[in-house]
């Protein structure tokens, strides 16, 4: 069990510009989650799928912001235009149980920074 | 909505010693309470949980308590180790909808 991957690891951007984190959940965990990490606000739940449906979006921060999940095995976190304040460590989770935020398995992170 | 805090936000302690982290929730309907441990670079790594039905759970050098009424829990380790500096997260669910709020965190540092 490889875990839950992400990519990349570290993104340095310059403000305006569009960023794409990416996610590969453990396979077989019907939950993903979106989590952003920052000094000030600890960890925020951002978004969260059940088998591939977004089911609550209330913490997008803005509509700058925008999350997808193809498939059972990718999803993405799109960024555009980004800005300054955006920066923050991004976490993917994943659970395998029957209700959300259970026994998460978070990934390593996607350190971002907008210039 | 469901607010969790930690107090203090920094703990160190010599090594072999025990240490206890006290987390608070606000949601009555709350009943899982994970902890999570988060080393510098790496995503957090649940460690122990307990759910309302339990006063109090071990699992080798580490066990949570939880106090229904007081609305509080916390994550007792025992015989210290350096291996244990981290910042560890406490959580609880909201309730019917089961979405984690986080506390800030607690930075546990062991001086050998």
């Known amino acids: 069990d490889a875990g839950v991957i992400q990519s990349p690891r570290h993104e340095v951007t310059e403000m305006g510009q569009e960023v794409t984190l990416r996610c590969k959940p453990i396979?077989?965990?019907?939950?993903l989650f979106w989590y952003r990490q920052t000094m000030m606000r600890g960890l925020e739940l951002l978004i969260y799928f059940n088998n591939n449906v977004p089911i609550d979006d209330s913490g997008m921060p803005e509509d700058r912001f925008s999350a997808k999940m193809p498939n059972a095995s990718f999803s993405t976190l799109k960024i555009q235009p980004s800005e300054p304040r955006d920066s923050a460590v991004y976490f993917c989770?994943?659970?395998?149980?029957?209700?959300?935020?259970?026994?998460?398995?978070f990934g390593n992170g996607t350190r971002l920074t907008v210039t | 909505g469901e607010n969790v805090e930690q107090h203090p936000s920094t703990l160190s302690v010599q090594e072999g010693d025990s240490a206890v982290i006290k987390c608070t929730y606000s949601d009555s309907a709350s009943n899982y309470f994970p902890w999570y441990k988060q080393e510098l670079g790496k995503g957090p790594q649940l460690i122990i949980d307990i759910r309302s039905n339990v006063g109090e759970k071990k699992d080798q050098r580490i066990a949570v308590t939880l106090n229904k009424t007081a609305k509080h829990f916390s994550l007792h380790i025992t015989e210290t180790q350096p291996e244990d500096s981290a910042v560890y997260f406490c959580?609880?669910?909201?309730?019917?909808?089961?979405?984690?709020?986080f506390g800030k965190g607690i930075t546990l540092s062991v001086r050998p």
């Open positions: 396979s077989g965990h019907d939950y």
């Open positions: 989770a994943s659970s395998p149980l029957g209700l959300p935020g259970l026994a998460l398995h």
């Open positions: 959580a609880a669910d909201a309730g019917a909808n089961s979405k984690l709020t």
